[in-house]
């Protein structure tokens, strides 16, 4: 298959939309528009986000502190902006922990380098979250080529009414079980 085949059938998996900040050498704020952002661990607290090798932000993040910047719906102009469409009146940065921050993110992760790898032409880069915040905002997504947003929550929502919803169904946190051949027989 063809590597346009492949992307496009990469879009068919939703993202969220994030803007990794670093500086550049001479200490500038610099952004890169990424869809490629995981959690990786919560003890420790890790992150993952994958760069491609051809830009300028790949080439400042090894080794360096680093911000991923969760877009919140209405940052569609900053994600176009990060991905080399620049947009007036730019962004409007702020001064994190490790690095800079861009203002009005739906959440921020502040990270300090843990670990870098090979990911053929990409470079994986894993953080150590030493700060994190949400803004409550609904996230900015990317799907199919297309940024999008939440919408309105519908009442086909995954846990709406289950049994299994983790706040009100069998397993909540208040739950209790007592294996088959423990309990009394009638």
Same mark, same amino acid.
């Given at each position: ?30 952004? +890169?528009?990424?869809? &490629?952002?995981?959690?990786? *661990?919560? !003890? /420790?607290?890790?992150? $993952? ?29 900053? +994600?176009?902006?990060? &991905?080399?469409?620049?947009? *007036?009146? !730019? /962004?409007?940065?702020? $001064? ?38 949400? *803004? ?51």
């Amino acid at each position: 298959m063809d590597s346009r085949e492949l992307r496009n059938i990469f879009g068919q998996f939703a993202s969220g939309v994030t803007v990794i900040t670093c500086t550049n050498t001479d200490g500038t704020p610099h952004g +890169a528009t990424v869809t &490629a952002f995981t959690a990786i *661990s919560i !003890e /420790p607290r890790l992150c $993952q986000v994958t760069l491609t090798r051809k830009s300028k932000a790949c080439s400042y993040l090894s080794g360096a502190p680093f911000a991923v910047n969760i877009l919140a719906a209405d940052q569609l102009d900053t +994600a176009m902006h990060f &991905a080399g469409r620049p947009q *007036s009146p !730019e /962004p409007v940065w702020d $001064q994190g922990p490790t690095a800079p921050v861009l203002c009005g993110n739906a959440a921020t992760f502040s990270c300090t380098p843990w670990a870098e790898y090979d990911g053929g032409d990409h470079s994986i880069f894993i953080g150590e979250i030493v700060e994190a915040t949400s *803004s409550g905002k609904d996230p900015l997504l990317f799907y199919r080529s297309t940024f999008h947003d939440l919408g309105t929550p519908t009442a086909s929502a995954a846990w709406n009414g289950s049994m299994d919803d983790p706040h009100s169904g069998w397993f909540d946190s208040a739950t209790s079980f007592t294996p088959l051949h423990l309990q009394p027989t009638p």
